[in-house]
């Protein structure tokens, strides 16, 4: 681990200076999402689920397909592999951040839902606590599913940012990533001024934006910032760790660690880590339906306003 971690003291951000993608304008995007969401080991899998979306039309079901009057549609899906009350907590964060785009005139955002039948009751529950107040679809029949089979499974994937043809631009989730929400708004911003198209030398400016921010901001280096337990017997308790490393020349405090679920507790070995030391995150939870699980936890620290985004994921399976 000693030997893991220095490693990491030299850890560099490649960029991509030429992707060959659908929609040409987008190959700077794969950067952003490389930080700090996804661990080296999952990039190649990242870098693919990623690459067979951007640029690609997305269709949306005829009851709320839209016209192109709009120069920039943020479409946020939430499917049934993520629990139901893991989606529905938090949605009152996204009225706070469109708060800020209030005055963007051409834009809207589409939340799209697909709730299980036995959640339903739960669901349209949650749904009225979160008050909402952008167009929401209930997709009982999996029809916007069905219609884009280039989707992945990975939750972080399922935000995208469509242009007046419907194209997806940008994808990636960035509630507690301020980097993403930032680069988010240049995009939209950018839409609306062009008509809803993007123009070609855009990707350039985003990419040296991107230089400047996607760096620790906190002064904590993580060996992974998500890992995958494989399969797990349903209801037993999962134990996992993260490492991180203080590599700044100050203290570095934990204010707080949040999770996405009741279900998942977290805690640190110390929550003042001096220069040079360590501290373990220990994550520990117990799947409770079968199927693939995933699950999130934000580490905040004094002074800094971006949270660190860990990732759980695995497959529960029933045994005997």
């Keep these: ?30 950067v952003i999402l490389m930080y700090p969401v996804i661990s080296r080991n999952s990039r190649k899998k990242y870098e693919s689920d990623l690459s067979s979306v951007i640029g690609c039309r997305m269709l949306l079901p005829p009851e709320m397909d839209r016209d192109n009057s709009h120069s920039a549609t943020l479409v946020i899906y939430y499917d049934t592999i993520t629990c139901i009350s893991c989606m529905m907590n938090r949605l009152g964060e996204w009225n706070e951040l469109f708060s800020e785009l209030k005055d963007s005139h051409g834009f809207t955002p589409l939340f799209i839902f697909e709730p299980s039948i036995q959640d339903s009751a739960e669901y349209r529950q949650k749904l009225d606590h979160a008050k909402l107040t952008y167009q929401v679809f209930s997709d009982y029949h999996r029809t916007f599913r069905r219609s884009n089979p280039d989707i992945a499974d990975n939750s972080s994937l399922k935000t995208f940012l469509l242009d007046r043809q419907h194209r997806v631009v940008f994808a990636g989730n960035p509630l507690h990533n301020m980097v993403l929400w930032e680069v988010l ?20 400016k985003v990419h040296d934006y991107i230089a400047t921010r996607t760096r620790p901001q906190n002064g904590l280096l993580f060996d992974t910032f998500q890992t995958d337990v494989g399969n797990v017997r349903n209801g037993s308790t999962q134990t996992v760790t993260f490492t991180a490393l203080n590599t700044t020349k100050s203290a570095v405090e934990i204010a707080g660690i949040l999770t996405d679920c009741d279900c998942v507790q977290a805690d640190a070995s110390t929550y003042s880590i001096t220069p040079g030391r360590t501290c373990i995150i220990t994550v520990s939870f117990a799947p409770e339906d079968i199927g693939h699980f995933e699950h999130h936890v934000f580490i905040q620290t004094a002074g800094c306003s971006d949270e660190t985004h860990l990732i759980i994921t695995g497959n529960s399976i029933s045994f005997g």
Aim: net charge neutral; aromatic share 18%; hydrophobic share 45%.
């Design 185 to 204: 708004q240049m995009y939209i911003s950018v839409l609306l001024e062009n008509d809803g198209t993007l123009p070609d030398r855009f990707p350039e």
């Design 1 to 30: 681990m000693a030997e893991r971690l220095i490693s990491l003291q030299k850890f560099k951000f490649y960029y991509y200076e030429k992707i060959k993608l659908a929609y040409p304008a987008i190959a700077v995007f794969l």
